[in-house]
């Protein structure tokens, strides 16, 4: 296994599409080295975010390699999950082969499996792809939760490093930390607006929504929290707090989407059935933005640009 930290930041990247619905790929590759350049640890394409669900697995496939040969020094986690194992494991097989050097494993949707089944969904892949791998729980679209001491038991596999946090229980995410802090054993936020306090109670970062649009924001904020500057990492919390709260005002990832549209960073064009972001969410995400960009030099210590 080729195993990496997987601590700081790390956003969920979106899927660019053409007007004929198609992928995109040159902006796809533009937009993983922009955030490459904005110092992220790392890319996640092809989760929920990058609008998996609709599509095909040639389609999974080749996003997953544009954003492995885009990069130069990040490694690529490749969403691979599904509600079937054996779909899961051929995902995985398939991301780790084009090159992807790590996994997000959603935990089985819709037909929710108990908590044995669960651990054995992990564990097939986890023995079978030879790749770090992260269990992702997100109750609101799985429909199920998976329990602290599930984590435990899979946090041993060589191969599992860590657990993406989606629950919006803190006290949840603080007893999954205690009982894998024995492990070589990552626990990442899946909550932008839940980072600092994931962090705080003993968390590695987060994979992130937010990192899209403003990812030099969201590498400060990690990077104060894991550096015990709390008073800098809270500042930056409370700036972005807007905007976490509007980028999640409709169903992701249709305000991440219009929020790189307006920063001319992609198209916004989304697969249906997700549709366009209202007029109402728009104006205010265009408010929060350009807040954002005002003070942008002076959050983030820059230099002012010159005829400013």
Not at 32 to 54: D, K, M, W
Not at 181 to 188: G, K, M, Q, Y
């Amino acid at each position: 296994m080729t195993n990496f930290d997987l601590t700081g930041v790390y956003p969920a990247m979106t899927t660019p599409f053409a007007p004929d619905g198609s992928i995109d790929h040159e902006t796809l590759a533009d937009d993983a080295r922009r955030l490459e350049r904005a110092g992220v640890a790392g890319l996640v394409p092809v989760g929920s975010t990058g609008e998996s669900a609709t599509l095909t697995h040639d389609e999974h496939v080749a996003v997953v390699e544009t954003v492995v040969d885009a990069v130069d020094d990040v490694p690529v986690i490749a969403g691979s999950g599904s509600n079937s194992t054996r779909e899961a494991l051929e995902l995985s097989r398939r991301s780790a082969a084009v090159g992807a050097d790590g996994l997000l494993l959603i935990s089985p949707y819709y037909n929710k499996p108990e908590q044995e089944g669960i651990v054995e969904h992990y564990r097939t892949v986890a023995d079978e792809v030879d790749v770090p791998q992260i269990v992702y729980n997100v109750p609101s679209r799985t429909g199920s939760n998976i329990e602290p001491a599930t984590v435990e038991a899979l946090a041993s596999h060589d191969n599992i490093a860590g657990y993406k946090a989606a629950s919006g229980d803190i006290g949840q995410i603080s007893e999954v930390v205690e009982r894998t802090r024995e492990e070589e054993f990552s626990v990442l936020s899946g909550d932008d607006a839940l980072t600092l306090p994931v962090i705080s109670v003993g968390g590695d970062g987060v994979i992130s929504v937010t990192g899209n649009v403003e990812p030099e924001r969201m590498v400060a904020l990690a990077d104060a929290a894991l550096g015990s500057e709390m008073d800098r990492a809270r500042d930056l919390h409370h700036e972005l707090g807007p905007l976490n709260r509007l980028l999640f005002a409709e169903t992701n990832p249709i305000p991440v989407k219009a929020a790189m549209e307006i920063r001319g960073h992609s198209s916004g064009a989304l697969r249906p059935p997700l549709t366009d972001l209202t007029a109402e969410n728009r104006q205010a995400l265009e408010a929060a933005l350009d807040e954002l960009d005002a003070t942008r030099e002076e959050s983030l210590g820059l230099e002012p640009a010159e005829g400013t």
